[in-house]
């Protein structure tokens, strides 16, 4: 826990001043209320965000969100913004699952015209996506295939029909960050994803079957199209293995170079190198890259996905897209007229309606942004705001945030206990692991429900709708 | 002092601790336990031919980490987990070893990576002790 004194600023967030300690250049900002902030101080997750703050070319606030806990370098739920022209880029500040990210995909189907099948459909969900750790996919891929997906994102899958011009017009950057660098991935790197395009993954990755449960701003909800009672689907996954070895690759090479740029850290992990030094460009050129090929994972687990749907259900189980949005990634945008390297570590942009990267369909609105909650409790959809820019950079938190570690998690209740509870609430589970379903029970978790009520309230974001889930498919 | 290796509390990942007598001894113990942690379960018997590895790294925290991801790299795209661990020679910078294990059915990658969060390599009566976070 850390021993700091923060400053309580209504319920809304706790701030640390830059004179907490000498090495900080910033104050450090956490959204939270009470149980939360109690919460959030057990771990060293506040001792990270301060390290945060400590790195070069930061401005304004290192910014902690209201699911922030304790990650290794960053604490996960942690945002911040160095200058672009002197500022540094952190691998660390990204972390290993580069674009773990989140969409939502809804149906007309209401939720009776799925309950009769519903375990037989989320046991074909999982046939067909492979969730486990390290399987490979149904699509492998050649290294002229595999360049063009870390090169052009989901681009590329509208050439192989597993995406459409509307599915990329809804996903954050269309799907493709232009600034990508193939030839600045590993052939390591390369060789843990080649096979892994279409697979779930471990961990807290997750396929949920849910129910729009309540409308909460019924005029945004319009303009996403989301109704009451509508099946939808939720997809939680990242750049896999190649992701993870282009942040071990460049974490190394920039832990190597920090003394060239007279850069000392507090953590190790927070290794960097001026955004701009050839160092910096390189691994923002293979960032973006592994961030394309986490894109085109969760477009091409859409397409398995849709497949499914329109074997059991036909037209009526088609699935739109709502948006993809992800929540480890280093972008570059201006802010308050100047160009940032913004990290966002287990935090989601949530872009206002003003905003231009906004969707011209959800101007009316703001971007979606989605809070799943752990297995088995509600998930929410919620709008960008347009004063979050001045907030927190335009991010919200990404989940309920992990309040328990996995072994006093799988020590508190094993995992057929969990399996049972979840079917006892109506929830179909496809899990082949007894202890992964325990590690990621709901009780490891913060409450949700109040998580995306400080996000509501302190202007991060506003809430749209409530989901409900009725089958979990993990790894 | 003997080999000895446990998992200690971590909000979100994987925390490591390993002591033994030497540097080249506490890498062949926490490559065992990244080997029970990949699988979630006790290794099957190493098998097949021992395979040479050599990793060459700034220092020896860096050396330590570097040798982690080099087997977490192999298991998850050969789905070759190593358990038997010859070491040839050890010091700060390099690290030569002789290792042997099975080829298990899936790939695992539980584990991420082996990160730099918090590793320390300190000096302790009868040798020394690690702690590293693995992202799982």
Request: with cysteine; charged share 25%.
């Amino acid at each position: 826990m850390s021993a700091v004194q923060a400053v309580s600023h209504g319920q809304l967030w706790y701030e640390i001043p830059a004179t907490a300690r000498a090495d900080m250049l910033v104050s450090a900002r956490v959204y939270a209320d009470a149980e939360l902030w109690s919460q959030i101080s057990r771990d060293r997750s506040i001792d990270q965000l301060m390290n945060v703050a400590t790195l070069r070319g930061i401005v304004r606030c290192a910014y902690g969100m209201p699911d922030m806990h304790e990650g290794y370098g960053f604490p996960v739920g942690g945002v911040a913004a160095m200058r672009a022209s002197d500022g540094v880029i952190s691998p660390g500040g990204v972390g290993y699952d580069i674009n773990c990210g989140v969409r939502l995909l809804v149906s007309e189907l209401e939720e009776a015209a799925v309950r009769p099948r519903l375990k037989e459909l989320v046991h074909e969900l999982s046939r067909s996506i492979p969730s486990g750790t390290g399987r490979g996919g149904r699509l492998s891929l050649s290294d002229a295939e595999l360049d063009r997906v870390l090169g052009e994102g989901c681009r590329y899958l509208l050439e192989r029909e597993f995406a459409t011009l509307d599915d990329l017009d809804v996903t954050e950057a269309n799907g493709r960050l232009g600034r990508a660098d193939p030839g600045a991935v590993s052939q390591r790197a390369k060789a843990r994803g080649r096979d892994q395009l279409g697979t779930l993954g471990s961990g807290n990755h997750f396929l949920e079957v849910e129910i729009v449960e309540q409308i909460l701003d019924p005029a945004s909800a319009r303009v996403y199209g989301l109704e009451p009672g509508r099946v939808a689907v939720l997809i939680h996954t990242g750049s896999r293995g190649l992701g993870h070895q282009v942040c071990t690759d460049y974490v190394r090479v920039m832990d190597q170079v920090m003394p060239k740029y007279g850069i000392t850290l507090p953590d190790r992990e927070l290794a960097c190198a001026p955004f701009a030094s050839p160092e910096g460009q390189r691994y923002f050129g293979a960032m973006c890259a592994a961030a394309n090929f986490a894109w085109s994972n969760r477009q091409t687990i859409t397409h398995r996905v849709r497949e499914v749907f329109g074997r059991y259900y036909g037209d009526a189980g088609r699935l739109r897209l709502i948006y993809d949005v992800a929540h480890n990634m280093a972008k570059l945008e201006e802010h308050d007229g100047e160009l940032l390297c913004v990290h966002r570590k287990g935090a989601t942009r949530s872009f206002g309606p003003s905003h231009p990267e906004t969707p011209a369909r959800y101007r009316s609105a703001g971007q979606p942004v989605f809070i799943p909650g752990s297995m088995g409790t509600r998930s929410y959809v919620l709008a960008g705001a347009d004063d979050g820019l001045a907030l927190s950079f335009g991010s919200s938190c990404h989940g309920a945030g992990r309040a328990m570690s996995r072994h006093a998690a799988k020590r508190t209740r094993p995992g057929h206990e969990v399996r049972r509870e979840l079917e006892q609430q109506g929830i179909a589970v496809a899990c082949p692991s007894s202890g992964e379903l325990a590690e990621e029970a709901p009780f490891a978790y913060k409450d949700v429900e109040r998580v995306v009520d400080v996000v509501h309230r302190a202007g991060l974001a506003c809430k749209v709708a409530r989901l409900r889930p009725i089958g979990v498919v993990k790894g | 002092m003997g080999t000895a290796s446990e998992l200690l509390e971590h909000t979100a990942e994987v925390k490591l601790r390993v002591r033994a007598p030497s540097f080249g001894e506490l890498a062949a113990e926490a490559g065992r336990a990244v080997a029970r942690i990949e699988l979630g379960r006790v290794p099957p018997h190493a098998e097949g031919p021992w395979r040479e590895l050599e990793i060459g790294s700034a220092d020896r925290e860096a050396l330590l980490v570097d040798w982690l991801n080099e087997l977490i790299f192999f298991a998850e795209t050969e789905r070759w987990v190593a358990t038997e661990f010859e070491v040839q020679s050890a010091t700060d910078t390099l690290l030569r070893v002789r290792a042997r294990g099975a080829i298990v059915e899936e790939a695992p990658a539980r584990i991420k990576a082996a990160t730099f969060h918090g590793l320390r390599i300190v000096a302790v009566p009868g040798g020394l002790q690690a702690e590293v976070i693995f992202d799982v």
